[in-house]
């Protein structure tokens, strides 16, 4: 029995535009949904990184240099007067206490401040004794008592019930905006972590397209352009040769293909280029990554975190 060249290739083209139609339209409504949920993804970030700027924002505005003087004024006070009274024994390492130091400031920022008071309150006692001494030098002339350094210090704020409570609403203040920008940042990065997962199905998508554009040449236009086969005309090497499949594709019939060929061609690029657009990298200018990371925090943020 012969075979009917006729009917194997229409099958063949049957079963394959078939099969490239299924994959296709399942293809097409995983693209519409992925893509639902990606625009959903990437607005909750863009919402998540304005509230972040916004944190940002507010939380720049608030006094911590204030605060930290205020602070930390009256255990600065005390090393001094350990310097005053000659008491002094420990270093400034071993003089500093985090309960002493604003929770908003790094223990190095906080060891020179201790260092720093340490050279005033030296210098302020080398220039009493040097007054002491002069005086006592002195034979003419009315004495002026000179007055010790220790006697000097007072705070810069009346530590009333009033001023306690003020350093209490800023650090609740302060805390509650670290707080907030701590649930954004771990938000944000749960994000970028699920839109890191389109990644690996973008790549997926696209091999999917572009095999289902080669099995629609390879099975269905291919085989389509030896139709018809007229009586028991058989198939030639010849003939399935690309320079054979150029003549084809010179005639009505080839101008029929080609048709269909730029139709599926550009649906499957459509495809592709939808696709492409499911990158977390190419929807954002900034490195997100890096943007959620503690170094671009506030400073003031990134000491109390540490």
């Given at each position: 029995m012969d075979l009917d060249w006729n009917w194997f290739y229409s099958a063949l083209a049957q079963s394959a535009a078939a099969i490239v139609g299924v994959f296709g339209a399942f293809l097409i409504s995983y693209l519409m949904r992925l893509q639902q949920e990606f625009s959903n993804l990437t607005k909750q970030l863009r919402n998540s990184l304005n509230n972040r700027d916004k944190l940002h924002q507010e939380i720049n505005q608030l006094n911590f240099e204030w605060f930290n003087e205020n602070y930390e004024t009256t255990y600065l006070n005390k090393i001094a007067n350990l310097v005053y009274d000659e008491e002094l024994?420990?270093?400034?390492?071993?003089?500093?206490?985090?309960?002493?130091?604003?929770?908003?400031?790094?223990?190095t920022k906080s060891i020179e401040k201790i260092k720093r008071r340490i050279n005033t309150a030296e210098q302020q006692l080398q220039i009493y004794l040097n007054k002491k001494e002069k005086q006592q030098d002195s034979t003419f002339g009315k004495l002026v008592p000179v007055q010790h350094p220790s006697s000097k210090l007072t705070s810069t704020l009346d530590k009333n019930k009033d001023y306690y409570q003020m350093m209490n609403d800023f650090k609740e203040k302060a805390f509650n905006k670290f707080t907030s920008l701590k649930f954004t940042l771990r938000e944000i990065n749960q994000l970028i972590d699920d839109a890191e997962k389109f990644e690996g199905m973008r790549k997926i998508l696209i091999v999917s397209a572009v095999l289902s554009l080669l099995i629609f040449f390879s099975c269905v236009i291919y085989p389509l352009s030896f139709l018809p086969v007229f009586g028991n005309e058989t198939i030639t090497f010849e003939e399935l040769t690309l320079s054979a499949f150029w003549n084809t594709l010179m005639s009505l019939k080839g101008l029929f293909l080609s048709i269909l060929s730029i139709i599926i061609t550009f649906g499957i690029g459509l495809v592709i280029r939808n696709v492409k657009n499911f990158s977390i990298h190419n929807s954002f200018e900034t490195n997100l990554q890096?943007?959620?990371?503690?170094?671009?925090?506030p400073i003031w943020y990134q000491n109390y975190h540490q």
């Open positions: 024994e420990k270093s400034p390492e071993e003089l500093y206490e985090p309960n002493e130091f604003s929770p908003f400031q790094s223990k890096e943007s959620a990371s503690m170094e671009k925090q």
